[in-house]
């Protein structure tokens, strides 16, 4: 069992900011030789951001990793899987268009030899044979022709495969999320298995139910900081949902009542349906990755077409959250990146009017409050919070009447969010409809309902009234809806 | 998953699998069906070594375009590199032999630089051999301003060997075909020079070098250029600047026929050589005993290409 | 102050490094036919520009968008063009008009290929170019077809010394770049070759656009090929062949962006000029077609290298 002794990896005082964002604010957090640690926490907490930096794949601004005892000075993805770290993160590292035995061969330099197709193949049947008996996986099986969760099979086992480099520590994130019910059992008794012979690992997981049930000790983050270090024994879901919590929702304000017109927007992901009237706010919560993007692209999708699951009677328009992939032109001004959804309605006859573009800009400045003094200069010129700004102008300075937000406050300064929580109040006095897709609980103290996603499926629908923290986590941590 | 139900999940997928992987067979046979009933005596020793004539070139430059297609990458200078090699291999190979190896090993050498170039400066690839193109041609025709010069003897008996039962050809094809294939679908580098090409940041993260990775790949790109080069004076015995010129796109269209994809590392020596031998045989022997007139017989790579990439979507769709 | 902006902007340097190439001819043949240089490269320069106009915005969609049909494109259009006018004056403004519906639909016809059978455009315009090639042997069969006497003469004209085509092309730009700047198709381009997937969450019809750049593509193709075969009085299948090569080296020199999303329209003349004048100057210098070539390639590399690439984590 644990070695109380040997501490296998040691993290002090880390600090890790993203811009305005304190993602770790300064976390210890130990591991000891063949024990398990189930790290928890709402959205935020921090938990990937910290096995980042353990695993080697981001820096901390502040703090000391030790392995083994011995401090590390520059600390990489190589030099920790040379001192016996492996990572299971949730985007895949496997090459699809190479065999599962291939994927091994690629990861442990010993097999590079003659013979070492034989051996990797062997190497990786073993491994999934000890951890999924009745897998099904072929070592020839290409991994693009796999399945989700086969491929989630083919990474873990292959994690535990040992050549040259030793194996002390395993990190796994998710590592259920895509599998079934068996599969995941399965692999949760090989981790009592490996920590039995003295492996160590760190299950992510939201599934609670698992966490306790596996690991030996439980730490709990919230907001960047470990808030709970405790022994798994003795632990309940209720405690655990209780130790995340934290955030203070604000007196209730009085909603206006818009129950009276036909809904703009409905859908029917499953046994609870989503509606929006016009002029409410409705919020999207849970679990970051439960269907709540996916619930707004099928909105978008749906805007202009009749008929199908999901029904949408106005223009919509969306704040993405994910800046660099789905929402800023790099090579753009500030005013350019906020007129290009109203390109139609700022032509005068067959061109864009160049002075109702930039009174655009102007107007929306003065608005929003972005911070520039030429609206004219590249986008990328503005601060991570101010950008966000300029793309909620640009969907709110549409024509739409439903707003689709994207997680849209991700990593964005306090000041600029109570900014935008004004206007978007305003704008909905003013009747336009909001979906807002949030991971921070707090921010759904601005909506009318909020639909509470797991596993793709709306599980509550809770009022505005009705609306506390606990009800929210106790959804999003529910389970039985697997 | 249990056993059964991962079994049955697959079946559908192995199923477009195999489809997809035995296209390239299936085209180049039904192009062999064609020629026979059309003309049977084509279906001879002497018919197939008449066919497949030029096909060795055709295959060797399909391959080398094949390795930089494995990383995502393009060669539109591949076509003018052989007639480069060529007009080498007909002047300085035959008179200075010594000039002529330097030469040709200097030119892979080059060929490496632009891979280490690619990648250390993040540039495409497709303006990279465009302008190489023009290099190419350039020294192709200071070189032999006009058509001329000779083969080297070894190399015209090498390439006019008669073969016993098997026509030369195919032997050469399924030779080079075998050999790429083990090399790269077998071996432990071989993997890695794949990988990089379907998830260039998880090789990159297990330790290999992605600069060695192009600058490999470039390099056997080069060295297949050369072997193509010399294999196609080796025929003709005389060389002229512009001689490869085609080559460019039929050396894409091969690969491509083979049940290569442009992204995502997923290629075929085996296929890319069948493909080659698929267009040299749709090219003009099959066109000609169709009675196909000669006007549309250049339209013949075009349709091809597009009813296999047809085919392909079309499997795609169902469950590939 | 101002001037430092003015060589900041990245077309100024093809039109220098015409400029150069033509002092440096100039010099060499002391001052002789310098103004002839000029005249010439403005006609000549005109060919590549239309074409790389059109190659400009397909480049600027986005990384893997080209059109390798071009030149086949250009052989069909001048056959199209000459036997529609049939040597007879009355016709030429329905053999143009037939030129360009002809690369129009084979535009059309290789975004078809691209969105229903999900071709990536390299392939499909190459594919597609076998075809055309094909159709222009058979439909241009041998016949030297000679432009109407007054279409060639007009290719020729020239006012105040500078030749119509010249004016053509310069117009031609102006609208290109009117467009890029003040229409909702340019703005549009420009967006999906930035990132096509916030254009799309933007608004912006993605495949529409897509279809009319591809199809816009092959109308300047065809523009182009009936030109020439006034300018050079006579259709041919060849006629087109230098400028697949040519409108995109013209497109990378001219500093539109490889990775798209920034298109240069002034470039595309300056560069345009700059390979004119660069081989007018290596004519003068008497250096041979081999050479020629070398050293235009060597360019090509040269800009693509120092002008970097786009940064990786796509």
């Known amino acids: ?482 | 998953m249990s056993d059964l139900a991962a079994k049955t999940a697959r079946a559908p997928r192995n199923t477009g699998r195999l489809l997809r992987t035995m296209l390239p067979a299936l085209s180049m046979t039904l192009i062999l069906l064609g020629i026979a009933w059309l003309n049977p005596r084509a279906i001879s020793y002497f018919g197939f070594s008449l066919m497949l004539n030029l096909a060795i070139p055709i295959a060797l430059a399909t391959v080398a375009q094949m390795f930089v297609i494995t990383i995502n990458e393009l060669d539109l200078s591949i076509g003018t590199f052989v007639g480069f090699v060529g007009c080498v291999t007909a002047t300085w190979l035959h008179d200075a032999p010594l000039v002529g190896v330097l030469v040709l090993v200097a030119a892979i050498g080059v060929y490496a630089g632009l891979g280490a170039l690619i990648h250390l400066r993040n540039l495409p690839s497709i303006v990279v051999t465009l302008g190489m193109s023009f290099v190419w041609q350039g020294l192709a025709i200071l070189i032999l301003p006009k058509p001329g010069g000779s083969a080297p003897e070894w190399l015209t008996g090498f390439m006019g060997i008669k073969t016993p039962f098997v026509p030369f050809p195919i032997i050469a094809a399924v030779v080079i075909a075998l050999v790429v294939h083990f090399a790269l679908m077998r071996s432990a580098y071989g993997a890695v020079l794949r990988g990089a090409g379907g998830n260039q940041q998880a090789i990159g993260r297990a330790g290999w070098s992605l600069l060695k990775t192009k600058v490999i790949m470039f390099a056997l790109t080069g060295t297949f250029g050369v072997i193509s080069g010399m294999a196609l004076i080796g025929i003709t015995t005389s060389a002229d600047a512009n001689i490869g010129n085609g080559y460019t796109l039929l050396s894409i269209a091969g690969v491509i026929l083979g049940g290569g994809e442009f992204v995502g590392g997923r290629v075929s020596p085996i296929g890319a050589v069948i493909g080659a031998l698929t267009l040299a045989l749709a090219a003009s022997p099959l066109l000609t005993f169709m009675n196909i007139p000669p006007d549309w017989q250049v339209a013949a790579n075009g349709v091809i290409l597009i009813t296999v990439l047809a085919a392909r979507a079309l499997i795609g769709r169902k469950g590939g | 102050m101002r001037m430092t902006k003015l060589f900041a902007t990245p077309w100024i340097w093809s039109f220098i490094g015409a400029v150069a190439v033509w002092l440096a001819a100039v010099i060499f043949t002391g001052g002789h036919g310098a103004g002839g240089m000029i005249t010439a490269a403005l006609s000549l320069a005109v060919f590549t520009v239309i074409v790389g106009l059109g190659q400009m915005f397909v480049i600027t969609l986005g990384p893997g968008n080209v059109d390798l049909s071009l030149p086949a494109n250009i052989g069909l259009a001048s056959a199209v063009a000459m036997k529609t006018m049939d040597g007879n004056d009355g016709m030429i403004a329905v053999g143009l008009l037939a030129a360009l519906a002809c690369g129009a639909v084979i535009g059309l016809a290789n975004y078809a290929l691209i969105r229903l059978l999900r071709i990536p455009p390299i392939i499909a315009t190459l594919s597609s170019s076998f075809i055309i090639l094909s159709t222009d042997i058979h439909y241009g069969r041998g016949l030297q077809i000679k432009p109407p006497q007054g279409f060639a003469d007009f290719a020729n004209v020239q006012i105040l010394g500078i030749p119509i085509l010249g004016l053509f092309g310069v117009a031609l730009a102006v609208l290109a770049w009117v467009a890029l700047q003040k229409m909702v198709y340019g703005r549009s381009v420009l967006a999906i070759g930035q990132n096509m997937r916030a254009a799309k969450l933007a608004g912006i019809p993605v495949e529409r656009v897509r279809l009319l750049t591809y199809t816009l593509s092959g109308a300047l193709g065809g523009i182009n090929g009936a030109l020439l075969a006034g300018y050079f009085r006579g259709a041919s299948v060849d006629i087109g062949n230098e400028y697949l090569l040519s409108s995109i080296a013209v497109v990378v020199i001219g500093g539109t962006s490889v990775a798209g999303g920034k298109a240069n329209v002034p470039g595309i003349w300056g560069a345009s000029l700059f390979l004119v004048l660069l081989l007018t100057m290596l004519n003068t210098f008497g250096v041979s077609a081999g050479l020629r070539l070398l050293l235009t390639g060597l360019i090509i590399v040269g800009v693509i290298t120092a002008a970097g690439g786009h940064k990786a984590g796509r």
């Open chain 1, 1 to 482: 069992m644990a070695d109380p002794a040997h501490s296998v990896a040691k993290l002090d005082g880390v600090k890790k900011s993203f811009g305005a964002v304190h993602a770790l604010d300064g976390v210890d957090f130990s591991v000891r030789s063949g024990e398990c640690i189930g790290l928890v926490g709402h959205n935020g907490a921090g938990k990937s951001t910290l096995m980042s930096i353990l695993a080697g794949t981001g820096s901390p601004d502040e703090g000391l990793i030790a392995i083994n005892g011995a401090p590390q000075a520059a600390w990489t993805i190589q030099r920790a899987r040379a001192l016996g770290l492996r990572c299971v993160f949730q985007e895949l590292s496997l090459c699809p268009n190479l065999s599962v035995a291939e994927n091994t061969r690629v990861s442990h330099a010993a097999l590079n030899g003659w013979g070492g197709a034989r051996r990797a193949a062997d190497l990786i049947r073993t491994s999934l044979d000890e951890i999924f008996p009745g897998h099904g996986i072929s070592p020839q099986d290409i991994v693009g022709d796999l399945a989700i969760g086969q491929r989630q099979m083919v990474e873990v086992a292959r994690a535990f495969t040992v050549t040259d480099d030793p194996l002390h520590l395993v990190i796994l994130d998710e590592p259920t999320s895509s599998l079934d019910a068996q599969t995941a059992r399965q692999l949760l008794a090989h981790v009592r298995r490996a920590v039995a012979k003295g492996i160590s690992c760190i299950l992510i997981s939201h599934i609670l139910g698992e966490i306790i049930e596996t690991s030996d000790r439980v730490v709990v983050m919230r907001d960047g900081m470990v808030v709970a270090d405790a022994a798994a024994k003795g632990l309940t879901r209720e405690t655990l949902v209780a130790a995340m919590g934290g955030a203070h929702l604000r007196d209730k304000t009085v909603r206006s009542d818009h129950k009276d017109a036909q809904p703009l927007v409905v859908a029917v992901p499953g046994t609870i349906g989503l509606q929006a009237r016009r002029g409410e706010i409705i919020g999207l919560a849970g679990l970051a990755g439960h269907g709540q993007t996916r619930m707004l692209m099928q909105v978008f999708d749906a805007a202009g077409r009749q008929g199908g699951v999901v029904q949408v009677s106005s223009a919509v328009a969306l704040v993405a959250g994910d800046r660099q992939t789905d929402g800023i032109f790099p090579l753009w001004s500030i005013a350019k990146n906020i007129s290009v959804r109203s390109l139609g309605a700022l032509r005068r006859g067959v061109f864009i009017s160049a002075e109702a573009e930039a009174a655009m800009a102007v107007d929306w400045r003065e608005k929003i409050g972005i911070r520039t003094d030429d609206l004219n200069n590249n986008i990328l010129s503005l601060s991570g919070g101010n950008q966000q700004k300029a793309l909620f102008a640009r969907a709110l300075g549409s024509d739409a009447q439903i707003i689709l937000m994207d997680d849209p406050m991700r990593g964005v300064d306090v000041g600029t969010k109570l900014d935008v929580y004004d206007l978007i109040r305003a704008e909905a006095q003013r009747g336009r409809t909001f979906l807002w897709y949030t991971t921070e609980t707090e921010e759904l103290d601005n909506c009318d309902r909020v639909y509470v996603f797991r596993n793709g499926q709306i599980v509550a629908a809770l009022d505005h009234s009705e609306l506390t923290e606990e009800r929210i986590l106790q959804s999003s941590f529910a389970e039985g809806a697997a």
